[in-house]
């Protein structure tokens, strides 16, 4: 396959950018997009020329590192699936490829195609944990019983990689379905109930402080999640945010 | 409890409180109007006790108006932080691939409206209110030294229609509002936090309701004008 590589380049986080074209040949349809993007570095590295930087890690879809956003779709134009789990299969001969970075204020540009995505573990930090009495005589988790309706849906909830595709894909920036995965994931375990009041306030205060957007219910972060994680979370963190500031 | 007026999720919260609130409006605004198309004694009745009643007029009316301003200024302020939240923008975005065309233009859908308002308040309410309150003339008659000619309201609805350009304007401002339902319906339920098998079960209801009343407001006008 040849194709046409439309790529963000910025040297750093003060860089103003701009888009590159990059002509790409040989690309075999069975390698990942990322091998794609290594081959093309490898070419820019032979000619001398500084390589794209783009985030990578696990390359199987379960680390959340991976942040492109490729022919206007975040993780590129499949659903339920990470850039890294991307395929050039999903493209034709000849196709021209955008390629950029998220795009959200609370996300800034690091470096090429890599951001800054430290305002979700300042949310995370916030309050998206339990504190669990190790001393030793911890009750075992499966000696609680739980709702099995509740398991599920607390297990989607976790299944959130916190890669940041719902921010890239929103309008608004909104980071609402992250933090309504993670505040879900343990408003419904009883081992989460403890801090739930004071969960669900932190977490909402730093997602307000980091600079996202308000989420107005588009619906695209559902769609683009590569783990589909649900709407349903946001309803359920606005519950918990009332209930939690009628006590407070 | 003073900290969700300043959060996001309050925002949203209050942004779907004042929707209620207008779309149950809508509901009594369009049951009214609509008496005019097969009872001008009716429609003549109900227009003068709404127009008169002192709790109305001097309670909801004006609670009603805050819950337009309110909507109007909150969907302003939320929209100018979101576009401050994005920054710059992505040289290639294929948003209808992931979210509708409703969903994305809500600001749009709620300016056409904002100016039909200002029609509409032009039309008739300005009207009422110069009538009423600065001539002093709560009578509601077309000739006060006539009163066998009976109430105004009937005859004025119908010359308001006679102009097609108005009735034009009037169609596209509720194809626009319908629009605007189409996304605000189910949007205000999640807002409140309500996303479940049976919130999910008010989905057609909802379109119904976002097709259905802005077709009987059309329909009204669409009458009067060819009933001229």
């Known amino acids: ?248 | 409890m003073s900290g969700i007026l300043n959060s996001s999720i309050g925002r949203k919260f209050a942004m779907a409180l004042s929707a209620f609130f207008l779309m149950i409006f809508l509901v009594m605004h369009v049951s009214i109007n609509f008496t005019s198309v097969f009872s001008a004694e009716l429609f003549n009745n109900m227009s003068h006790f709404m127009g008169t009643n002192p709790v109305i007029q001097g309670l909801m009316q004006p609670i009603l108006i805050i819950g337009v301003i309110f909507h109007f200024v909150m969907g302003f302020v939320l929209e100018a932080k979101n576009r401050s939240s994005r920054g710059s923008g992505y040289a290639k975005n294929a948003a209808s691939n992931n979210s509708s065309w409703m969903s994305r233009n809500m600001l749009l859908s709620g300016l056409v409206i904002l100016a039909f308002l200002g029609l509409h308040f032009y039309d008739f309410w300005i009207h009422e209110m110069t009538v009423k309150y600065v001539e002093g003339n709560m009578s509601g008659l077309i000739d006060q030294n006539q009163p066998e000619l009976g109430f105004r309201y009937y005859e004025e609805l119908r010359a308001k229609f006679v102009d097609p350009w108005r009735v034009i304007i009037y169609v596209v401002s509720f194809v626009l509002l319908a629009l605007h339902l189409l996304h605000g319906f189910n949007s205000a339920f999640q807002s409140l936090g309500a996303n479940n098998k049976y919130v999910r079960g008010l989905k057609g209801f909802g379109k119904i309701y976002s097709f259905g009343i802005p077709a009987l407001f059309i329909f009204i006008a669409v009458y009067h004008h060819f009933a001229n």
């Not at chain 1, 074209?21 to 990322?34: E, I, N, Q, R, T």
């Not at chain 1, 091998?35 to 070419?43: A, G, R, S, Y």
């Not at chain 1, 739930?196 to 695209?220: H, S």
């Not at chain 1, 349903?232 to 006590?247: F, H, P, T, V």
């Open chain 1, 1 to 248: 396959m040849n194709l046409t590589l439309k790529i963000w380049r910025q040297k750093n986080a003060n860089d103003k950018g701009k888009m590159m074209d990059y002509a790409l040949s040989g690309v075999s349809p069975d390698m990942s997009f990322l091998e794609m993007l290594d081959v093309l570095n490898q070419e820019l590295i032979e000619k001398g020329e500084e390589p794209v930087a783009f985030d990578h890690d696990c390359r199987e879809g379960i680390c959340g590192t991976c942040s492109l956003y490729i022919n206007g779709r975040a993780h590129g134009p499949q659903t339920r699936i990470t850039a890294c789990q991307l395929h050039m299969r999903s493209f034709k001969d000849g196709d021209t490829i955008y390629i950029e970075p998220w795009r959200a204020k609370a996300f800034p540009v690091i470096k090429d195609l890599i951001v800054d995505r430290s305002a979700f573990d300042r949310i995370q930090q916030a309050g998206g944990f339990i504190s669990v009495n190790t001393s030793g005589n911890t009750q075992d988790a499966n000696a609680i019983p739980i709702e099995k309706e509740h398991a599920d849906k607390a297990f989607d909830a976790a299944t959130c990689i916190g890669c940041g595709a719902c921010v890239a894909s929103c309008k608004n920036s909104s980071a609402m379905l992250f933090v309504g995965a993670k505040v879900s994931q343990f408003a419904l375990l009883p081992q989460g109930q403890v801090e739930a009041t004071d969960r669900v306030l932190n977490m909402v205060k730093q997602m307000d402080a980091e600079g996202f957007g308000n989420c107005t219910n588009t619906g695209a972060c559902e769609v683009e999640c590569p783990k589909g994680i649900s709407l349903e979370n946001i309803a359920r963190m606005n519950q918990e945010y009332l209930k939690a500031s009628l006590k407070g």
